[in-house]
């Protein structure tokens, strides 16, 4: 995993030993901004620490607001499935977008990488969905209250 800067961001990678710590309440290095960490960031810090997932921390100014991640390896046909989510206040300034961007296409630059895409996606989440279509990504399909994207290389 790499470090990957955009114009307001720095995607740090997570290391399951900073995962670990943050799990267990004990000292892990991180600045938490506030709002974070959020509900869906315990998943990926368990992910992280206990099989290696892929995670960054979202840092603006050197403080986390916010987490990403993928899902695992390419699949069969070279997709690669990605997950973030930032902390209440850090919302609606454009940030996903700038990330989701950054980080998909150092995704899309992998050997074997065809695809990266996003699922179970809400419908309801329309900055999501802003954020996803702005970086590029295409509506696959809606189902049960669900939303497919993807973005080829």
């Known amino acids: 995993m790499e470090r990957i800067v955009t114009r307001r961001l720095v995607l740090e990678p997570l ?9 267990d309440g004990k000292p892990d290095g991180i600045r938490r901004g506030e709002g974070w960490p959020h509900a869906d960031t315990l998943d990926a810090l368990r992910m992280t620490a206990e099989h290696g997932a892929e995670v960054w921390l979202i840092l603006e100014e050197g403080v986390a607001i916010g987490d990403a991640g993928t899902h695992g390896p390419p699949d069969e046909r070279g997709d690669v499935e990605i997950g973030y989510g930032l902390a209440e206040p850090a919302r609606g300034r454009g940030l996903a977008s700038e990330f989701v961007t950054a980080l998909a296409d150092t995704i899309l ?14 419908a309801g989440n329309l900055s999501s969905r802003r954020a996803l279509e702005r970086a590029g990504f295409h509506l696959e399909r809606e189902e049960d209250g669900l939303v497919w994207y993807a973005r080829e290389r």
């Open 109 to 122: 630059a992998r050997d074997g990488v065809c695809r990266v895409v996003a699922r179970s996606v809400l």
């Open 15 to 23: 290391t399951r030993e900073a995962a670990r710590a943050a799990l």
